[in-house]
C-alpha cells in the first residue's frame, strides 16, 4: 500500500517551463517531506525539505508548496532547464525517519 | 567531504548463490538504512540502523534477507539463496539526524 501518492508519471516541459509535481499522503504522524532528484545511474539526491509547519519554501528554482489540511504538497522547478531532466520522488518520513517514497516522476524538459 | 559509498557497484549471481553488499556511511552518520528500487516496486525501505542496532527491520522481505552494522560505520546486506525477483538496484542512505538523509550510487544486482 503505497502511503505517498505521486503524480503525474511524467511529464514534457520546454526550457523555462514550470513542471509541478504533486503528492499526497495519509500519515498524518510524517512530519518531514523531502524531495529527491535522481539521474540515470545515480542514487537519489536530496533536493529540498519541507517540515508541515511551513506552507512553502524556496531554495534556488526550486519551490515546495505544503497544505497541511489538504495533506499535499508540490514541486515546482522555476525556469526549468534541460539539466533539469530526472527523475523526482517525493517522500514522507515519521518518527524513525525511514522514507515512504512516491511512485517518481519523470520530467523531460526540452531546449 | 566524501559521500556514501557502495560496493560492488554491479553484481551478477546466479540463482541460489549467496550476495553480500557492502555500505560505507558518511563519517560521523549514526544513522543508516537500506533501500531497494525495482521497477515495479519503486523504492521500498528494506532496514534501519541507530549506531548498532536496528530498531526497525520491517522492511525485509523474507528471512533471507540479513543486515549488520559494526562499529557503528560499515553496514552489510546479505542475501541468502538469491532469487530472480531480488534483482534490484540496493540503495544505502546514511544521516546524521534522522531526516536528512544521503544515498549512495546503489549496488545493482543481477540474478540470473
Known amino acids: 500500500q503505497q502511503q505517498v501518492k505521486q503524480s503525474p508519471q511524467s511529464l514534457i516541459v520546454q526550457k523555462g517551463g514550470i513542471p509541478i509535481i504533486n503528492c499526497a499522503y495519509e500519515?498524518?504522524?510524517?512530519?518531514?517531506f523531502p524531495w529527491y532528484q535522481q539521474f540515470p545511474g545515480k542514487g537519489p539526491a536530496l533536493l529540498i525539505a519541507?517540515?508541515?509547519?511551513?506552507s512553502e519554501k524556496k531554495e534556488g528554482r526550486f519551490t515546495i508548496s505544503f497544505n497541511k489540511s489538504a495533506k499535499q504538497f508540490s514541486l515546482h522547478i522555476m525556469d526549468s532547464q534541460p539539466g533539469d531532466s530526472a527523475t523526482y520522488f517525493c517522500?514522507?518520513?515519521?518518527?524513525?525517519?525511514?522514507?515512504?517514497f512516491g511512485a517518481g516522476t519523470q520530467v523531460v524538459v526540452t531546449p | 567531504g566524501a559521500g556514501v559509498s557502495q560496493s560492488p557497484s554491479n553484481k551478477v549471481t546466479e540463482k541460489g548463490k549467496d550476495v553480500e553488499l557492502r555500505c560505507d556511511p558518511i563519517?560521523?552518520?549514526?544513522?543508516l538504512y537500506w533501500y531497494r528500487q525495482s521497477l515495479g516496486q519503486g523504492l521500498e525501505f528494506l532496514i534501519y540502523?541507530?549506531?548498532?542496532?536496528?530498531?526497525?527491520k520491517s522492511g525485509l522481505p523474507s528471512d533471507r534477507f540479513s543486515a549488520e552494522r559494526t562499529g557503528g560505520s560499515v553496514s552489510t546486506l546479505t542475501i541468502q539463496r538469491t532469487q530472480q525477483e531480488d534483482s534490484a538496484v540496493y540503495l544505502c542512505?546514511?544521516?546524521?539526524?534522522?531526516?536528512?538523509?544521503?544515498f549512495g550510487p546503489g549496488t545493482r544486482l543481477t540474478v540470473t
Open positions: 519541507i517540515r508541515p509547519d511551513v
Open positions: 563519517s560521523g552518520h549514526t544513522a
Open positions: 500519515n498524518t504522524a510524517f512530519d518531514y
Open positions: 542512505a546514511s544521516s546524521l539526524m534522522t531526516y536528512e538523509q544521503y
Open positions: 517522500a514522507a518520513t515519521d518518527s524513525w525517519g525511514k522514507l515512504q
Open positions: 540502523f541507530q549506531g548498532n542496532s536496528a530498531p526497525d
